[in-house]
């Protein structure tokens, strides 16, 4: 019943809500919610919401009076059916198949509480229609005798005996058509109650089982020994709040929402709500919602809210020098005792030191230990240290000692921590077998004067110096000299050396200063007790300060040889020379010369160069004249007397670039003289660097062409990109054996374009013309090769870059008009022989006929056409006109010897007829196939031009 609306549940399913508010009930909503379910029984229980907005009901468990694990709500605006089941408190739609767990503010405690548990009544609040309270009882796995989970149908707080049940707990709910059920709190409700009578905020109420009074006495006795049958207990966000806040209705509404807009996680809303509310605990939610929610901005006022100074100090501590917001979070969620929140965080974000400390901040030493070792090595060890202070504290100090050992701090902190109690102690040294502990315990023996036996713990930790202190202190010399001897240790023999001096035993002191490497002192003894033969070794195994000074120490006694050595040395070059000049020790001089550099004394340095051209030694006198800078005259003797400069001389006397005019001619004059030395001993690459480096490229290509290296040549014009360059390296290559190298003959064309000398081009052109007719007899080619000449000729005379090619171009022509009537003719042999022969004939007639053609070579056309078509006898005639027109012909040079027997053979005439029948030389070697030339394989010249 919720006025004026009642609400009916019908065995068949159906709930219908009445209006009751006229004189007749009429029924205003009316819907079967069991017709989808299957599993159910009749009705458990209906509620009304205070609205009549809203159905809550249960059902039973089909054939049985046992409820359902399950809540059922109808909302009438939606007109939707939402479903909580407290088995496994998930939520969701009834014709939906996700369940998720419903959405909270609860705690995780409160969480697992709902878990595995069923509604035995549940009541709406009478003025929040948002609110309403289950009593859920745990479901356990059957008992004996009790074949439903242990739940008796309407007596769920009582067990087959009759007394009460401990494991009942209220569920604190909201409900809205729009977000489903909401866990709001879960706790277990006393077991002294009997029932759940309803709920008003802010208290849930339950009835109480009453006592009997003892003995009989009047009304008013039995009233006040009678306990009350109701109790009422405070919802969790009003607990912090008197009986005055409580009841003030604004409160209780902002709480209310508060709580519910919690629930939805909606933080701003919910802080909206309660903020003029001076609830320490729901400002404590509020601060614990803000971690799940990651909301630092409202902690701080929540925290400042709660009055938790300590909690904001950390706070901005943590925002100031974490820069991980997981760890900001982490550090709050700590102040608020969020353990396993706190855990997480500090994992999300990868700050194991963090959580290593918040470990041993809550003395967790064994979590602490394991993320040390998992995932925070660098902090191993003062994770133990912390954990044996922590333990030493608490008077544990075995276990104290173990961890100060996994530390490695035992030699410092076990003999401190037992240092009142000396038979511990001693019984930890001697089961140790550590020889710190042991010199430890020496040094204590030593204090309270137990010397005898401090020496073996001496001996035991290898400490030979408070071993040769305390025998020294005992008077025992010789054993003190024998260990110091024996061990070696530097400090045991410094400390001997020192008593020694003191008892005036000079040589034993000296001995034991050189063996603790004590030098300095050695020398000093040394000076003293005027012990020289031990001097010179003393001062070249010391410093070179210590040889300087013994140096000094054999001028002012005239041991000139060893002052010179040891100011050489002491890197004194300055004044062993001057001691070598003052002497006369020129042996001296000559091994300090490689000595010598640019930091040196330029008057010492050119006092040397005298020395060793006085005596004849110009190769060693150049170097000590570019380390005195006096490049000029060190070039001079270069080129005078021969003398290679390298490539480091040629390098020392590279001066740096300035702005300065002076110094730069000063500069290129020296790089150009050095570029001459290095050309004339054929050093030609690093010339051609200096001549570069000096700004005369013309003089560096011409040193590299000497060189003879074409790919070098080559690189360096293409680097520079001068003109002239170009031009020098393209002649050069001309002259190379670019005929066989197809490369070269590329890298010439390329040039003369580059330096668009294209005069030059066309000679170049001229000559692979040139080439083909002596060499290879291809006038197709050499044709080809001249009409390219012409066109660069052409182009050159366009640009007016050239003067005076007029008669060049002119003979071109002819040779080109010549040659092309020679390749006609030629052609006309095999095709028009009669017409071949006049045109051929008619070209012997020319007057310049020998400037592009060969004689021999039309003869050879001819004779070989009239010898393959057997007319031998024109063939032998045109052999005699041949020879005719040129007299010292060699016949073989032009027409195969076998042709040549062939006709001869044929008209019976001797094949020794005429000059130069019977020579087969040839330039190649071979015979020549006059007129075969598509068999020919040579290079094609003007194809890879």
């Given at each position: 019943?919720?006025?004026?609306?009642v609400?009916?549940?019908?065995t068949s399913?159906?709930i219908?809500v009445f209006?009751?508010?006229?004189?007749e009930?009429?029924c205003?909503?009316?819907s079967?919610?069991?017709?989808?379910?299957?599993?159910v029984?009749g009705f458990?229980?209906?509620?009304?919401?205070?609205?009549?907005?809203?159905?809550?009901f249960?059902f039973k468990r089909p054939?049985?009076?046992i409820?359902?694990?399950r809540l059922?709500?109808?909302?009438?605006e939606?007109?939707d059916?939402h479903?909580?089941?407290?088995?496994?408190?998930?939520?969701g739609?009834?014709?939906?198949e996700?369940?998720?767990?419903?959405?909270?503010?609860a705690?995780d405690?409160?969480k697992?509480?709902?878990i595995?548990?069923?509604?035995?009544?549940?009541?709406?609040?009478k003025?929040?229609p948002?609110?309403?309270?289950?009593?859920?009882a745990?479901?356990?796995p059957?008992m004996?005798g009790?074949?439903d989970?242990?739940?008796?149908?309407?007596?769920?707080?009582?067990?087959?005996?009759?007394?009460?049940?401990?494991?009942?707990?209220?569920v604190?709910?909201?409900?809205?058509?729009?977000?489903?059920?909401?866990?709001?709190?879960?706790?277990?409700?006393?077991p002294?109650?009997?029932?759940?009578?309803g709920?008003?905020?802010?208290?849930?109420?339950?009835?109480?089982?009453?006592?009997?009074?003892?003995?009989?006495?009047d009304?008013?006795?039995?009233?006040?020994?009678?306990?009350?049958?109701v109790?009422?207990?405070?919802?969790?966000?009003?607990?912090?709040?008197?009986?005055?806040?409580?009841n003030?209705d604004?409160t209780?509404?902002?709480?209310l929402?508060?709580?519910?807009?919690l629930?939805l996680?909606?933080?701003?809303?919910?802080?909206g709500?309660?903020?003029k509310?001076k609830?320490k605990?729901?400002?404590?939610?509020l601060?614990k919602m803000?971690?799940?929610r990651?909301r630092?901005?409202?902690?701080k006022?929540?925290?400042g809210?709660m009055?938790?100074c300590?909690?904001?100090?950390?706070?901005r501590?943590?925002?100031?020098e974490?820069?991980?917001?997981?760890?900001?979070l982490?550090?709050?969620?700590?102040q608020?005792?969020?353990k396993e929140?706190?855990?997480?965080?500090?994992?999300?974000c990868?700050r194991y030191?963090l959580l290593?400390?918040?470990y041993?901040?809550?003395?967790?030493w064994?979590?602490?230990?394991?993320?040390?070792?998992?995932?925070?090595?660098i902090?191993?060890?003062?994770t133990?240290y912390?954990?044996?202070?922590h333990l030493?504290?608490?008077?544990?100090?075995p276990m104290?000692?173990?961890y100060?050992?996994?530390a490695?701090t035992?030699?410092r902190?076990?003999p401190?921590?037992l240092v009142?109690?000396?038979d511990?102690?001693?019984?930890?040294?001697?089961?140790?077998?550590?020889?710190?502990?042991?010199?430890?315990?020496?040094?204590y023996?030593e204090s309270?004067g137990?010397?005898?036996?401090?020496?073996?713990f001496?001996d035991?930790?290898?400490n030979?110096?408070s071993?040769v202190?305390?025998?020294?202190f005992q008077g025992?010399?010789?054993e003190?000299?024998?260990?110091?001897?024996?061990?070696?240790?530097?400090?045991?023999c410094?400390?001997?050396?020192?008593?020694?001096?003191?008892?005036?035993?000079p040589?034993q002191?000296?001995?034991?200063?050189?063996?603790?490497?004590?030098?300095?002192?050695?020398?000093r003894?040394?000076?003293?007790n005027?012990?020289d033969?031990?001097?010179?070794?003393?001062?070249?195994?010391?410093?070179?300060?210590?040889?300087v000074?013994?140096a000094?120490y054999f001028?002012?006694?005239?041991?000139?040889d060893n002052?010179?050595?040891?100011?050489q040395k002491?890197?004194?070059?300055?004044?062993?020379?001057?001691?070598?000049?003052r002497?006369k020790q020129?042996?001296?001089?000559?091994?300090?010369?490689?000595?010598?550099?640019?930091?040196?004394?330029?008057?010492?340095l050119?006092?040397?160069?005298?020395?060793f051209?006085?005596?004849?030694?110009q190769?060693?006198?150049?170097p000590?004249?570019?380390?005195?800078?006096?490049?000029?005259?060190?070039?001079d003797?270069?080129?005078k007397?021969?003398?290679?400069?390298s490539?480091?001389?040629a390098?020392?006397?590279?001066?740096?670039?300035?702005?300065?005019?002076?110094?730069?001619?000063?500069?290129?004059?020296?790089?150009?003289?050095?570029?001459?030395c290095?050309e004339e001993?054929?050093?030609y690459q690093?010339?051609c660097?200096?001549?570069?480096?000096?700004?005369?490229?013309?003089?560096?290509?011409?040193a590299?062409?000497?060189?003879?290296?074409?790919?070098?040549?080559?690189?360096f014009?293409?680097?520079?990109r001068?003109r002239?360059?170009f031009?020098?390296?393209?002649?050069?290559?001309?002259?190379?054996?670019?005929?066989?190298?197809?490369?070269?003959?590329?890298?010439i064309?390329a040039?003369?374009?580059?330096a668009k000398?294209l005069?030059?081009?066309?000679?170049?052109?001229?000559s692979?013309?040139?080439?083909?007719?002596?060499?290879y007899?291809?006038?197709?080619?050499?044709?080809?090769?001249?009409?390219?000449a012409q066109?660069y000729?052409?182009?050159?005379?366009?640009?007016?870059?050239?003067?005076?090619?007029?008669?060049q171009?002119?003979?071109?022509?002819s040779?080109i008009g010549?040659t092309q009537?020679?390749?006609t003719?030629k052609?006309?042999?095999v095709s028009?022989?009669?017409e071949g022969v006049t045109?051929?004939?008619?070209?012997l007639?020319?007057?310049?006929?020998?400037?592009?053609?060969?004689?021999?070579?039309?003869?050879?056309?001819?004779i070989?056409?009239?010898a393959r078509?057997?007319?031998?006898?024109?063939?032998y005639g045109l052999?005699?006109e041949?020879?005719?027109?040129v007299?010292?012909?060699?016949?073989?040079?032009?027409?195969?010897?076998?042709?040549i027997e062939?006709?001869h053979?044929?008209?019976?005439?001797?094949?020794g007829r005429?000059?130069?029948?019977?020579?087969?030389?040839?330039?190649?070697?071979?015979?020549v196939?006059?007129?075969?030339?598509?068999?020919e394989?040579?290079?094609?010249?003007?194809?890879?031009?």
């Amino acid at each position: 019943v919720s006025e004026p609306y009642v609400v009916v549940g019908t065995t068949s399913g159906f709930i219908r809500v009445f209006d009751l508010s006229r004189r007749e009930a009429r029924c205003v909503r009316s819907s079967n919610v069991r017709q989808n379910l299957e599993d159910v029984g009749g009705f458990y229980g209906i509620q009304c919401n205070s609205a009549c907005t809203c159905v809550t009901f249960q059902f039973k468990r089909p054939e049985s009076d046992i409820p359902d694990t399950r809540l059922f709500a109808w909302d009438f605006e939606s007109d939707d059916i939402h479903v909580i089941d407290f088995l496994n408190v998930t939520t969701g739609q009834l014709d939906s198949e996700d369940m998720t767990p419903p959405l909270s503010n609860a705690s995780d405690e409160a969480k697992q509480l709902a878990i595995n548990r069923c509604p035995i009544s549940h009541f709406w609040d009478k003025r929040e229609p948002r609110m309403l309270v289950c009593e859920c009882a745990r479901v356990n796995p059957a008992m004996p005798g009790t074949a439903d989970g242990g739940l008796s149908p309407r007596s769920p707080r009582t067990n087959s005996s009759g007394e009460f049940k401990v494991d009942v707990a209220s569920v604190v709910l909201f409900f809205t058509g729009e977000h489903g059920f909401l866990l709001q709190d879960c706790f277990l409700t006393d077991p002294t109650y009997t029932g759940l009578l309803g709920l008003s905020a802010p208290y849930i109420y339950y009835s109480k089982k009453v006592s009997s009074a003892d003995g009989i006495g009047d009304e008013q006795d039995v009233r006040d020994k009678l306990e009350p049958v109701v109790a009422k207990v405070p919802l969790r966000d009003f607990m912090e709040l008197d009986d005055a806040g409580r009841n003030d209705d604004t409160t209780r509404r902002a709480l209310l929402d508060f709580s519910f807009h919690l629930a939805l996680g909606n933080l701003d809303e919910a802080f909206g709500k309660v903020r003029k509310i001076k609830s320490k605990d729901i400002w404590t939610n509020l601060a614990k919602m803000c971690v799940k929610r990651q909301r630092l901005d409202v902690a701080k006022v929540c925290l400042g809210n709660m009055g938790h100074c300590a909690a904001l100090r950390a706070l901005r501590l943590a925002i100031k020098e974490y820069p991980e917001t997981e760890a900001q979070l982490a550090t709050l969620a700590v102040q608020l005792g969020m353990k396993e929140e706190a855990v997480e965080l500090f994992k999300s974000c990868g700050r194991y030191d963090l959580l290593n400390k918040f470990y041993q901040s809550a003395n967790e030493w064994d979590e602490a230990v394991q993320v040390a070792q998992e995932s925070d090595r660098i902090h191993l060890r003062n994770t133990h240290y912390a954990r044996a202070k922590h333990l030493e504290s608490q008077g544990s100090t075995p276990m104290a000692a173990q961890y100060f050992e996994k530390a490695e701090t035992h030699h410092r902190d076990v003999p401190r921590m037992l240092v009142e109690k000396p038979d511990e102690l001693q019984e930890y040294v001697a089961q140790a077998h550590d020889g710190k502990l042991y010199n430890y315990w020496g040094a204590y023996l030593e204090s309270i004067g137990e010397t005898a036996t401090a020496v073996q713990f001496y001996d035991e930790s290898d400490n030979y110096l408070s071993k040769v202190r305390v025998l020294c202190f005992q008077g025992d010399l010789q054993e003190a000299t024998e260990v110091a001897t024996s061990s070696g240790d530097k400090a045991a023999c410094f400390y001997l050396a020192r008593q020694l001096e003191t008892m005036e035993m000079p040589m034993q002191a000296v001995q034991f200063y050189s063996k603790a490497l004590a030098f300095t002192s050695a020398i000093r003894i040394a000076k003293e007790n005027s012990l020289d033969g031990e001097l010179m070794s003393l001062a070249l195994r010391s410093c070179k300060e210590d040889m300087v000074d013994v140096a000094e120490y054999f001028e002012s006694i005239e041991v000139h040889d060893n002052a010179v050595i040891l100011y050489q040395k002491g890197g004194a070059v300055g004044k062993a020379l001057d001691l070598s000049f003052r002497m006369k020790q020129f042996s001296a001089l000559e091994s300090m010369a490689d000595e010598l550099d640019e930091n040196t004394d330029p008057e010492i340095l050119m006092r040397c160069a005298d020395f060793f051209l006085s005596h004849g030694q110009q190769e060693r006198a150049v170097p000590v004249l570019i380390s005195a800078k006096r490049y000029l005259q060190a070039l001079d003797l270069c080129l005078k007397h021969k003398i290679e400069v390298s490539v480091d001389m040629a390098e020392k006397m590279t001066l740096p670039k300035s702005d300065n005019k002076a110094e730069m001619e000063h500069r290129n004059a020296i790089l150009e003289k050095v570029a001459m030395c290095a050309e004339e001993q054929g050093l030609y690459q690093l010339a051609c660097r200096k001549y570069t480096q000096g700004g005369k490229p013309v003089k560096a290509m011409k040193a590299l062409i000497k060189s003879g290296e074409v790919e070098k040549v080559v690189f360096f014009a293409n680097a520079n990109r001068k003109r002239e360059i170009f031009i020098m390296a393209a002649n050069w290559l001309h002259m190379q054996d670019w005929r066989s190298d197809h490369t070269i003959l590329k890298e010439i064309v390329a040039m003369y374009t580059k330096a668009k000398a294209l005069d030059s081009l066309a000679s170049f052109y001229e000559s692979c013309a040139q080439v083909e007719v002596e060499e290879y007899r291809n006038y197709e080619k050499a044709l080809q090769a001249l009409q390219e000449a012409q066109k660069y000729l052409n182009k050159s005379k366009q640009k007016g870059t050239s003067v005076g090619l007029e008669s060049q171009a002119a003979f071109l022509d002819s040779r080109i008009g010549l040659t092309q009537k020679f390749v006609t003719g030629k052609a006309l042999m095999v095709s028009s022989p009669e017409e071949g022969v006049t045109k051929l004939r008619a070209l012997l007639e020319e007057s310049d006929v020998e400037t592009a053609i060969r004689i021999g070579d039309i003869f050879a056309v001819m004779i070989d056409h009239f010898a393959r078509r057997g007319d031998a006898k024109e063939a032998y005639g045109l052999m005699e006109e041949l020879r005719i027109q040129v007299p010292d012909v060699n016949m073989a040079y032009y027409i195969p010897l076998s042709l040549i027997e062939s006709v001869h053979r044929t008209l019976g005439i001797p094949v020794g007829r005429g000059r130069g029948a019977e020579s087969v030389d040839q330039p190649d070697g071979g015979h020549v196939e006059v007129g075969d030339d598509d068999d020919e394989d040579d290079d094609d010249i003007i194809d890879e031009s």
